[in-house]
């Protein structure tokens, strides 16, 4: 487990765990001018926000009311469907996900538009907030095999809540390997509480998540 930030280390910083990269989120940082945009902040990665096309899945995005958004990309070299499954075979993201403890899926087979599952991240305690497990449940609302996902869902924990965090992942591939983009949101009291805390808690997450992503579809594709 990472070690934790004092600044994030708050009902925002536990709540960027559970839809972001988990415990994982409180060990990086997102700069202060994409936490306080209201456009859709550009990781480290990505260009201008104002020459990348939108995050979409058969033509859906994030909540485009959602006043916590974070956006980036990553270049994996590894093919397109190792890429795609390793990300979309959620029952498997502890293997390479530290901070994801469990994750199950709630229906069988593929996952396709409609399945649902149920993920579990621990939060650690805080001057503020008890230690919790902070449970998510996300419903694929939109999926296009070895291209495209989106889910969407609610997180709980004791003291914790996010109403509807959307979360949409392209795959493009690409010269040199396969173009990952992804897009979060946020909505809620909480998160909404302070947008530019809750912005580089989101950054920080997916940063790491999309870090992971990259590493492990590598070695596997190395293999």
């Excluded at 449970?135 to 999926?143: A, C, D, G, K």
């Excluded at 805390?197 to 596997?220: C, M, N, P, Q, Y």
């Amino acid at each position: 487990m990472y070690a934790t930030r004092p600044r994030l280390g708050t009902h925002l910083a536990a709540l960027a765990l559970s839809l972001a990269a988990a415990g994982s989120v409180l060990t990086a940082t997102a700069s202060p001018a994409q936490a306080a945009s209201g456009q859709a902040p550009s990781g480290p990665a990505t260009s201008s926000p104002a020459h990348t096309p939108a995050v979409e899945c058969r033509g859906q995005g994030v909540d485009p009311d959602a006043r916590v958004r974070y956006r980036s990309e990553v270049m994996i070299d590894a093919p397109l469907s190792t890429v795609f499954k390793t990300q979309t075979d959620v029952e498997q993201w502890p293997s390479w996900q530290d901070a994801v403890l469990t994750s199950e899926r709630l229906d069988s087979g593929p996952l396709r538009t409609g399945s649902s599952f149920t993920w579990t991240t621990p939060v650690p305690a805080t001057p503020s907030t008890p230690a919790t497990t902070l449970e998510i449940t996300s419903t694929v609302q939109n999926l296009q095999r070895n291209h495209c996902v989106r889910w969407t869902g609610p997180a709980d924990g004791e003291g914790i809540h996010i109403d509807e965090g959307t979360h949409v992942w392209t795959f493009t591939k690409v010269k040199g390997g396969v173009l990952v983009r992804t897009e979060e949101t946020w909505t809620g009291a909480q998160a909404e509480a302070d947008v530019p805390a809750s912005t580089e808690a989101l950054g920080a997450g997916l940063e790491i998540w999309l870090k992971d992503l990259k590493a492990t579809a590598e070695a596997r594709a190395a293999c």
